[in-house]
């Protein structure tokens, strides 16, 4: 009874999520938290990628001329040629600069995941062979160099996917505070991104937008 109760909570919270967008700290905290978790994988990587995918949006709506309620829309819009779907908003997010090629093949691989993860029928989903082989394509998670715990030793697939969500996701979300949001994000401004995810010897070092670290001058 009380896994199923638990069950129910993880889909309400699941359907939560894809109306109403959490603040950036309780996002943060699930996602630094739910690998943690022994039960109900499956629906909690979901919930990761749910988490993941409004971050994105955010980013993408920096470059909006409309408000934030007109850019909901937009994303919510199903119709043929809409940008409900995680592809076309990896997509547009590439053609706008918020990424570059490895985090929009990491962001590829994070859907390719999550679509393995939500057709999964065994309760542990990370286990499964075809999940396993993704998620062992995953880059981020091993390649932060900043970040002790990425030496730390071998990553199951769960974790891999998980470090590699969170990550992404604070570069993302944590890029877009109320005094940035109308300033469009982009990959090569951000300190964190290429400290995080490119050897930043080879791209510009604006650094305009960081977290509290101070602006570098540019080549």
């Not at 700290?25 to 994988?41: A, K, M, T, V």
């Amino acid at each position: 009874m009380a896994s199923n109760s638990r069950a129910a909570r993880i889909q309400e919270g699941l359907q939560r999520l894809m109306l109403n967008r959490p603040d950036a700290r309780d996002s943060w905290e699930f996602l630094s938290s739910w690998p943690s978790d022994p039960g109900h994988e499956g629906a909690l990587a979901l919930m990761a990628a749910t988490l993941l995918e409004q971050a994105l949006e955010s980013a993408i709506s920096t470059h909006f001329a409309v408000n934030r309620e007109d850019a909901d829309s937009i994303f919510l819009d199903q119709s043929e040629g809409g940008l409900s779907a995680f592809s076309m908003k990896i997509k547009l997010a590439y053609a706008l600069g918020i990424i570059e090629k490895k985090v929009r093949k990491e962001l590829t691989l994070i859907k390719t995941i999550r679509n393995e993860v939500a057709h999964a029928r065994a309760p542990a989903v990370f286990a499964a062979p075809t999940i396993v082989t993704t998620c062992n394509h995953l880059l981020v998670w091993k390649e932060l160099a900043f970040d002790g715990s990425a030496g730390a030793g071998p990553l199951n697939a769960k974790a891999k996917y998980a470090k590699s969500i969170e990550y992404t996701h604070a570069y993302l979300s944590g890029s877009v505070t109320e005094e940035t949001a109308r300033v469009p994000l982009l990959f090569e401004d951000s300190a964190f991104y290429c400290r995080a995810f490119l050897d930043q010897e080879t791209y510009p070092r604006r650094f305009v937008r960081d977290f509290g670290a101070a602006s570098a001058p540019e080549d």
